[in-house]
């Protein structure tokens, strides 16, 4: 099959086979003017003089049939949420591009939004949007779950307005880190992380809470038992600090630092174990407890949790005083009454 190169609405050079391009004329992407090229073309030339038949304001052709009720232009057929493209720039304080075409809608963590463009509106809502007949009492209580979780009770829809092209709004990482993206479809239309871990969704992505049925995760659990639970089939974006690794399990069993995890398969099991004998608890500096995770599926993991990183900022600030690097080091603090 043919392969065609088209300058985007940012002149940026993209490439696409000869079957991508009459939906994205449909759609306003490439329009009349849109410089294409392919292989043996001496230079680029607009689109409209290249392949002329395709701006024949469907002379001919057959219209498509009516959406199906309750849905709209911003996801296929057989695909509940938006189907949306990304692009993730930056090295260990990220953004995430997210590229709009008309009417599709992204969802965000309060305050993550970095920029956009014209034509995309936002506006904040009690809810996901993903439960479209969910009355005030509903909302109301995913509010209250998304309180327990200590994030904003409020999400961020971003919607593009316009006709045609596409649009573009960036999200940003809170904290220097990596952003993940999780194509929820190929995950298994689930996934849980630590509660602070969501960063934006394609729209009809679930936002929801999972406690952890052990108690004792829940009192050692370091993160706290409450975990974020995003469901769906679109893309979904979580940030983690640091460095981030993907381990699949297979059967194996996998014990790690509480706050160093970021996201797991629902399938796998985690629990809370000793971290040792006594003397390597309270004297190792690792913690009283361990995340234990057994089973078949996917873990993500975060070398610097916000929590270690906060943790040193505010050692550090204690420590600093009137001589910092004093070799007097924390009796100089005290002598000098801090």
């Not at 410089?35 to 607009?46: D, F, I, R, V, Y």
């Not at 469907?58 to 996801?75: C, D, Y």
């Not at 960036?170 to 190929?186: D, L």
């Amino acid at each position: 099959m043919q392969t065609w190169h088209y300058a985007d609405q940012q002149n940026r050079p993209k490439q696409i086979l000869e079957e991508e391009l009459v939906p994205l004329v449909n759609s306003g992407e490439i329009e009349p003017g849109t410089k294409l090229w392919t292989e043996g073309m001496a230079e680029w030339l607009p689109a409209a003089e290249v392949l002329p038949p395709l701006f024949q304001n469907g002379v001919g052709a057959t219209p498509p049939p009516p959406l199906p009720a309750g849905r709209s232009a911003g996801h296929p057929i057989g695909q509940e949420c938006h189907e949306i493209d990304y692009e993730i720039m930056g090295g260990d304080m990220q953004i995430v591009e997210i590229e709009l075409d008309p009417r599709e809608t992204v969802i965000a963590e309060a305050g993550a939004m970095n920029y956009l463009e014209e034509e995309i509106s936002f506006e904040a809502k009690m809810g996901d949007g993903s439960e479209a007949n969910q009355g005030m009492m509903g909302k109301l209580l995913s509010a209250g779950k998304r309180a327990l979780t200590g994030e904003s009770i409020f999400i961020t829809h971003f919607t593009h307005n316009g006709t045609t092209g596409k649009r573009r709004v960036a999200f940003a990482a809170p904290y220097p880190g990596k952003i993940i993206p999780i194509n929820m479809a190929e995950f298994g239309g689930e996934i849980l992380c630590q509660k602070d871990a969501f960063l934006c969704a394609a729209y009809g992505t679930k936002v929801s809470i999972a406690f952890n049925k052990k108690i004792g995760t829940g009192f050692f659990g370091g993160e706290g038992f409450i975990l974020q639970k995003l469901t769906g089939d679109g893309m979904a974006f979580i940030h983690a600090g640091g460095h981030v690794i993907k381990k699949e399990l297979k059967g194996e069993t996998l014990r790690l630092d509480t706050g160093c995890l970021v996201g797991f398969s629902p399938s796998i099991d985690y629990s809370i174990e000793r971290a040792g004998s006594l003397k390597s608890m309270f004297f190792g500096g690792e913690g009283l407890f361990l995340a234990t995770l057994r089973g078949h599926g996917t873990v993500y993991i975060q070398s610097l949790p916000f929590s270690r990183m906060a943790d040193r900022i505010l050692a550090a600030r204690g420590a600093s005083g009137k001589g910092e690097g004093s070799v007097l080091g924390g009796i100089g603090n005290l002598l000098d009454g801090d």
